[in-house]
């Protein structure tokens, strides 16, 4: 083909100019170039620090205004090839002064190449440069020995190839040629059959656009960087051709972005780790952990001066985790010190992680190998770029209700937020560290579901009949019991404080304990871990003592007196259950309890528990109850047993409406079965202040009087404008 440009050697005989020297060895790092005019980067793969090597990539006799592109290392005699867009477009050699040099080359098509390699064939100790355009095809330049006029051939067939390709590189012991599309379409070129095969589609972790450098390491390992997220991706190539088995890729650094990228690199130089600053995980095998598996590690130190520093806890420090063999001699980082875990990992709940950090530069990320598949999938991160303030913070996490029970691993890893789109649980970032955790995750028996709720309504004027409108105490319910391997070990217990409607003041608590065929599960105080409660109400943590003193029973005290928590609004003499009077924000209680060992779940109170209200200390409860602990009165569903604090001459108290009999089981009931406390099977729109729920809801007392076996959905037949509907 003849050529339609001119072009010429640097080394004009008019300057008497002798070309610059090659590079005295074969660099580990990358080089890259990017921007117009032309600029030259080194990239530490492993570390992901960038290098200013040349601010403007210049000829000897000119400035350079345009790109350079088509980049390739040619390790034959150590020198960079690409091609430049300065008038007049031509092919250049770049050596250890980063100066372009002009080579005269016959044979190339009036156009500009932006894809570039050189294969040396060990074997014939040839060294040929290879440029492509999809338009026009792959040309060869043989550089096995310097001339002042070079030939470029054209590969037959190769205009006809369509590949959508912005670089390529050819794997350094099979001569094979590879490139990466835009979509993640990885292909492996034969120049012998001319032939190019598609070989996978690789996840390319939401990357789109070129895919403008690519390198080889000595390995057959196979880097690509993408130019808009600055991510280089690597594909384990070490058996070249591709044969049996399917390529897969993985981030290995977050590198720098540009709207326009090329590299090269030394094939045959190893990527190992230099720099003693680079911090890396502890997760085991087979987890990306090691500098070998594309392992997490962040260059924390990059300006090397020990300021602005971006990490979590007391300090970091660096490690050399290359191999397998790196990991298991110092598999314990001590500067894993910014994570503290509150409360257990149960499925289908949300746990609490306390994060500290030095500083409010700082972003997190975090992965939870919740399926234990010993690897952090893209779809189990928990926290994406979440900012961290200086200090501790509090981080929720969901737990999937799918996650498996035991023992596994979670990935916590901080930036200084530059990155322009999220980091992957494995690469290499510069800035930042990277902390390993060892976790639990517990199976639960959720009642009633994930979400949903029951709602728990208490009258507080038992023993006598009252209003009997069902809002003295109105609280949306949920348990979950925490178990593994068929053994309890501990409950969850979550809730709303829906409406207030009463004049007295009442605690309300949870025995754990299940009344079920006349048998009684329970748990008792001493088996469960005091030191490890926490209950949590409107987001703040509680103080008071919660597992009450002086009983058998565990015993949890959730409000010692519920109205202490609320706040009427204007003009209210109740919370939310008269009218208008419903826009007073609910009030969310979360408590968690430990056992201090496990309990047979066939043998451990699940489901409902005994929740119940009992007399607020220092406030009356009526005539009757003068003169005594207002502890001593409590108030359980229909048929459930008091606690031991409960003063059992309350029952069968002269003229009241109550009907308990212990012989028989029953508690809480009159003589008719209508009950002072209920359990609804869903979110419920409870009665208005002083309306029975007889009248509000037309089947209840069928479904009471019947023991619940007529009536069963009597909650949805409420007449509207007896009940509380707003907020509900």
């Given at each position: 083909?003849?050529?339609?440009?001119?072009?010429?050697?640097?080394?004009?005989?008019?300057?008497?100019?002798?070309?610059?020297?090659?590079?005295?060895?074969?660099?580990?790092k990358a080089f890259l170039i990017q921007g117009k005019p032309a600029?030259?980067?080194?990239?530490?793969?492993?570390?992901?620090?960038?290098?200013?090597?040349?601010?403007?990539?210049?000829?000897?006799?000119?400035?350079?205004?345009?790109?350079?592109?088509?980049?390739?290392?040619?390790?034959?005699?150590?020198?960079?090839?690409?091609?430049?867009?300065?008038?007049?477009?031509?092919?250049?050699?770049?050596?250890?002064?980063?100066?372009?040099?002009?080579?005269?080359?016959?044979?190339?098509?009036?156009?500009?190449?932006?894809?570039?390699?050189?294969?040396?064939?060990?074997?014939?100790?040839?060294?040929?440069?290879?440029?492509?355009?999809?338009?026009?095809?792959?040309?060869?330049?043989?550089?096995?020995?310097?001339?002042?006029?070079?030939?470029?051939?054209?590969?037959?067939?190769?205009?006809?190839?369509?590949?959508?390709?912005?670089?390529?590189?050819?794997?350094?012991?099979?001569?094979?040629?590879?490139?990466?599309?835009?979509?993640?379409?990885?292909?492996?070129?034969?120049?012998?059959?001319?032939?190019?095969?598609?070989?996978?589609?690789?996840?390319?972790?939401?990357?789109?656009?070129?895919?403008?450098?690519?390198?080889?390491?000595?390995?057959?390992?196979?880097?690509?960087?993408?130019?808009?997220?600055?991510?280089?991706?690597?594909?384990?190539?070490?058996?070249?051709?591709?044969?049996?088995?399917?390529?897969?890729?993985?981030?290995?650094?977050?590198?720098?972005?540009?709207?326009?990228?090329?590299?090269?690199?030394?094939?045959?130089?190893?990527?190992?780790?230099?720099?003693?600053?680079?911090?890396?995980?502890?997760?085991?095998?087979?987890?990306?952990?090691?500098?070998?598996?594309?392992?997490?590690?962040?260059?924390?130190?990059?300006?090397?001066?020990?300021?602005?520093?971006?990490?979590?806890?007391?300090?970091?420090?660096?490690?050399?985790?290359?191999?397998?063999?790196?990991?298991?001699?110092?598999?314990?980082?001590?500067?894993?010190?910014?994570?503290?875990?509150?409360?257990?990992?149960?499925?289908?709940?949300?746990?609490?992680?306390?994060?500290?950090?030095?500083?409010?530069?700082?972003?997190?990320?975090?992965?939870?190998?919740?399926?234990?598949?010993?690897?952090?999938?893209?779809?189990?991160?928990?926290?994406?770029?979440?900012?961290?303030?200086?200090?501790?913070?509090?981080?929720?996490?969901?737990?999937?209700?799918?996650?498996?029970?035991?023992?596994?691993?979670?990935?916590?890893?901080?930036?200084?937020?530059?990155?322009?789109?999220?980091?992957?649980?494995?690469?290499?970032?510069?800035?930042?560290?990277?902390?390993?955790?060892?976790?639990?995750?517990?199976?639960?028996?959720?009642?009633?579901?994930?979400?949903?709720?029951?709602?728990?309504?208490?009258?507080?004027?038992?023993?006598?009949?009252?209003?009997?409108?069902?809002?003295?105490?109105?609280?949306?319910?949920?348990?979950?019991?925490?178990?593994?391997?068929?053994?309890?070990?501990?409950?969850?217990?979550?809730?709303?404080?829906?409406?207030?409607?009463?004049?007295?003041?009442?605690?309300?608590?949870?025995?754990?304990?299940?009344?079920?065929?006349?048998?009684?599960?329970?748990?008792?105080?001493?088996?469960?871990?005091?030191?490890?409660?926490?209950?949590?109400?409107?987001?703040?943590?509680?103080?008071?003592?919660?597992?009450?003193?002086?009983?058998?029973?565990?015993?949890?005290?959730?409000?010692?007196?519920?109205?202490?928590?609320?706040?009427?609004?204007?003009?209210?003499?109740?919370?939310?259950?008269?009218?208008?009077?419903?826009?007073?924000?609910?009030?969310?209680?979360?408590?968690?309890?430990?056992?201090?060992?496990?309990?047979?779940?066939?043998?451990?109170?699940?489901?409902?528990?005994?929740?119940?209200?009992?007399?607020?200390?220092?406030?009356?409860?009526?005539?009757?109850?003068?003169?005594?602990?207002?502890?001593?009165?409590?108030?359980?569903?229909?048929?459930?047993?008091?606690?031991?604090?409960?003063?059992?001459?309350?029952?069968?108290?002269?003229?009241?409406?109550?009907?308990?009999?212990?012989?028989?089981?029953?508690?809480?009931?009159?003589?008719?079965?209508?009950?002072?406390?209920?359990?609804?099977?869903?979110?419920?729109?409870?009665?208005?202040e002083k309306v029975d729920i007889t009248l509000a809801y037309s089947?209840?007392?069928?479904?009471?009087?019947?023991?619940?076996?007529?009536?069963?959905?009597?909650?949805?037949?409420?007449?509207?404008?007896?009940?509380?509907?707003?907020?509900?």
């Amino acid at each position: 083909m003849k050529s339609n440009i001119t072009v010429y050697l640097l080394f004009a005989l008019a300057t008497g100019f002798v070309s610059a020297a090659p590079f005295q060895q074969c660099p580990s790092k990358a080089f890259l170039i990017q921007g117009k005019p032309a600029q030259m980067f080194g990239v530490d793969l492993v570390s992901a620090k960038s290098t200013v090597l040349a601010a403007t990539l210049n000829f000897t006799s000119e400035a350079n205004n345009e790109s350079v592109n088509a980049v390739g290392f040619n390790y034959k005699d150590q020198y960079m090839y690409g091609f430049s867009k300065q008038s007049p477009k031509s092919v250049v050699r770049i050596g250890d002064e980063y100066i372009l040099e002009r080579l005269n080359v016959n044979g190339l098509p009036d156009t500009n190449f932006y894809v570039g390699d050189i294969q040396v064939n060990s074997e014939t100790n040839q060294a040929m440069y290879y440029l492509y355009h999809p338009k026009f095809g792959l040309f060869g330049i043989d550089l096995t020995e310097p001339s002042d006029a070079y030939q470029a051939e054209l590969v037959a067939d190769s205009a006809n190839w369509g590949l959508a390709i912005y670089d390529f590189a050819f794997h350094p012991h099979s001569n094979l040629l590879y490139a990466v599309e835009s979509n993640g379409d990885l292909y492996e070129i034969d120049l012998d059959n001319k032939t190019p095969t598609f070989v996978a589609n690789l996840d390319i972790a939401g990357d789109t656009g070129a895919n403008g450098a690519s390198y080889f390491d000595v390995q057959g390992q196979f880097y690509f960087s993408n130019n808009r997220s600055g991510k280089i991706h690597k594909v384990d190539l070490g058996k070249s051709p591709v044969d049996g088995y399917t390529p897969t890729a993985s981030v290995f650094t977050l590198g720098p972005t540009s709207n326009q990228n090329d590299g090269a690199r030394c094939a045959i130089a190893e990527v190992k780790v230099t720099d003693n600053s680079i911090d890396f995980g502890d997760a085991p095998m087979p987890y990306k952990t090691v500098l070998a598996d594309s392992g997490a590690r962040h260059l924390f130190d990059p300006n090397e001066d020990q300021s602005s520093l971006v990490y979590l806890g007391a300090y970091v420090d660096g490690e050399n985790i290359n191999i397998e063999a790196d990991l298991q001699a110092s598999p314990v980082d001590s500067s894993d010190d910014g994570v503290k875990f509150v409360t257990d990992f149960v499925a289908g709940s949300t746990s609490q992680v306390i994060v500290t950090a030095p500083n409010d530069n700082g972003y997190l990320y975090a992965w939870f190998d919740w399926d234990q598949n010993f690897q952090f999938d893209s779809d189990e991160i928990t926290v994406s770029k979440y900012r961290l303030n200086q200090g501790d913070n509090s981080v929720l996490v969901d737990v999937p209700s799918d996650a498996v029970m035991g023992a596994t691993w979670a990935r916590f890893r901080v930036t200084d937020g530059s990155e322009l789109s999220p980091i992957t649980a494995s690469g290499g970032v510069t800035g930042g560290e990277v902390e390993d955790y060892p976790v639990t995750t517990y199976g639960s028996l959720v009642y009633p579901s994930e979400n949903g709720w029951v709602t728990l309504a208490y009258e507080d004027q038992w023993p006598f009949a009252g209003d009997y409108d069902f809002n003295d105490l109105v609280v949306n319910y949920r348990t979950k019991l925490i178990e593994k391997d068929g053994q309890a070990l501990g409950y969850k217990i979550e809730g709303e404080l829906v409406g207030i409607g009463a004049s007295y003041h009442n605690g309300f608590a949870v025995r754990l304990a299940q009344s079920s065929g006349g048998s009684l599960k329970r748990i008792l105080r001493n088996q469960v871990n005091e030191s490890e409660i926490s209950l949590i109400i409107n987001n703040e943590v509680q103080t008071h003592t919660v597992l009450e003193e002086g009983v058998d029973d565990a015993i949890l005290i959730i409000m010692p007196d519920t109205w202490s928590y609320v706040s009427s609004q204007s003009g209210c003499s109740f919370f939310r259950t008269e009218n208008g009077c419903y826009t007073s924000s609910k009030v969310g209680f979360t408590l968690s309890v430990s056992l201090n060992t496990g309990v047979s779940s066939v043998n451990a109170p699940k489901y409902t528990l005994d929740p119940f209200i009992f007399g607020a200390a220092g406030f009356s409860h009526g005539q009757f109850l003068s003169g005594k602990d207002p502890r001593s009165w409590e108030v359980h569903l229909k048929n459930q047993a008091p606690t031991e604090k409960f003063d059992q001459s309350f029952f069968n108290y002269p003229e009241s409406d109550d009907a308990s009999n212990n012989l028989f089981g029953y508690y809480f009931q009159s003589p008719t079965g209508l009950p002072w406390a209920i359990e609804v099977g869903a979110e419920w729109a409870h009665p208005k202040e002083k309306v029975d729920i007889t009248l509000a809801y037309s089947e209840f007392k069928i479904f009471a009087e019947s023991s619940g076996r007529e009536s069963t959905l009597w909650f949805n037949s409420a007449k509207l404008a007896n009940v509380i509907l707003r907020g509900e």
